[in-house]
């Protein structure tokens, strides 16, 4: 170990680190994708909880409808993609392979599939609103189907680069289990 008070050993100007051992590639970039795979959950947390929020709040009267509308069927489904973001981060401080997969499928059905089911069971009513100028529910105001066509965005573009980094993950562990089993 070296220290940062005291003398320098004899006969060396501090250019004498290229011997030293280096991080494996594959162990950086598995550190940079966890730190990625842990944002974008933080992300579809924060997607997670608005949705459980209006669907709790529409479901126990908690204000009028008029304030926060009904839920659309697709919200129900969706409230499910808890599960692939609790393997996720299950899978991360030990690199468990078999929770990462679990998330990975998980999230294509609880996460994806509901998103893809709500663009079509919301593109009528967006086509009236758009066409016709009516709306018939709302959120604090707003239509609500162009409040939750905007949170849809938003989550599938978190759920997109969150099945990547999580590829690019697993990849990344695959390749290391790999190598260790060479040795």
């Not at 966890?34 to 992300?43: C, G």
Request: proline share 4%; with cysteine; hydrophobic share 45%.
């Amino acid at each position: 170990m070296t220290s940062r008070v005291g003398p320098r050993a004899v006969g060396t100007n501090g250019s004498d680190f290229k011997h030293r051992e280096k991080v494996a590639p594959q162990y950086q970039m598995s550190a940079a994708l966890k730190s990625e795979v842990r944002k974008l959950n933080i992300v579809h947390l924060l997607i997670w909880l608005l949705v459980a929020a209006q669907v709790t709040v529409s479901h126990f009267k908690l204000v009028s409808h008029d304030t926060v509308s009904m839920p659309y069927q697709w919200e129900y489904p969706y409230l499910l993609s808890m599960l692939p973001l609790l393997c996720s981060s299950l899978s991360l401080p030990k690199n468990n392979i078999s929770y990462l997969v679990i998330s990975m499928i998980s999230g294509g059905l609880f996460s994806v599939a509901p998103l893809i089911y709500g663009g079509m069971e919301m593109f009528p009513v967006a086509q009236q609103l758009y066409r016709h100028g009516k709306a018939y529910r709302f959120i604090f105001g707003f239509s609500a189907v162009t409040v939750m066509y905007l949170v849809m965005v938003v989550a599938v573009q978190v759920h997109a680069w969150q099945l990547y980094y999580m590829k690019k993950l697993l990849d990344s562990w695959f390749d290391a289990t790999q190598e260790k089993k060479k040795k």
